[in-house]
């Protein structure tokens, strides 16, 4: 409850009245609020984890052509 991942949020989807709320239509998944709480009150689900790892091997299982854009 000390508010510093409410004022870090780079998305504004923690309010500073009640940083134990989010606003699941404004955050970005960033996880910067996990990464700087110090008290370890934020976490990742393992849902998230295990859906986030399933989309992340999708668009890494093949090879993909390179693009120029000039």
Do not use: D, F, W
């Amino acid at each position: 409850q000390c508010g510093r991942c409410a004022t870090e949020c780079p998305a504004n989807a923690i309010p500073k009245e009640n940083p134990g709320v989010t606003n699941k239509e404004r955050c970005i998944s960033c996880m910067h609020c996990v990464s700087i709480c110090p008290n370890h009150a934020r976490e990742i689900s393992k849902a998230m984890v295990s859906e986030t790892e399933k989309r992340i091997e999708a668009a890494c299982a093949g090879r993909k052509e390179n693009k120029l854009y000039l």
